[in-house]
């Protein structure tokens, strides 16, 4: 059982930064490919971000494609999602995820273990 827990959600204005880290309670954690998801009331959960268990190889959604930057730290057992020119639209609940394999996926039902997400807001 792995246990997620994401943090650095906030208030920001549009343009603005956030750095949103998710801390994995296992000592396996370099073995999970991880991904972060995101919610918007009303839509339904949507692929943000997903990065292969060594850092060697990370995808991104079209919508935030030169604006975040996800990254790990196993030695932390701690992944990251830096946010740079944020926009309204990019308003949501954050949530990590791992999976039971070496690659990233933008698939969220190959992810087996959710945080419990943290909330993004983005005034305009």
């Known amino acids: 059982q792995v246990q997620l827990v994401e943090s650095g959600g906030g208030l920001v204005q549009a343009g603005g930064s956030l750095r949103l880290s998710c801390v994995a309670s296992?000592?396996?954690?370099?073995?999970?490919?991880m991904g972060w998801f995101r919610q918007a009331p009303g839509k339904e959960r949507e692929f943000v971000a997903a990065i292969s268990w060594n850092g060697g190889r990370t995808s991104y959604a079209d919508s935030v494609k030169g604006r975040f930057t996800i990254s790990r730290d196993n030695t932390k057992n701690t992944l990251y999602l830096q946010m740079n020119s944020l926009k309204p639209e990019d308003t949501a609940v954050y949530y990590c995820?791992?999976?039971?394999?070496?690659?990233?996926?933008?698939?969220?039902?190959?992810?087996?273990?959710w945080g419990r997400g943290t909330q993004v807001t983005v005034s305009s």
């Open positions: 995820a791992a999976r039971d394999g070496l690659y990233d996926s933008n698939e969220s039902h190959l992810y087996t273990y």
């Open positions: 296992t000592r396996t954690f370099s073995v999970y490919a």
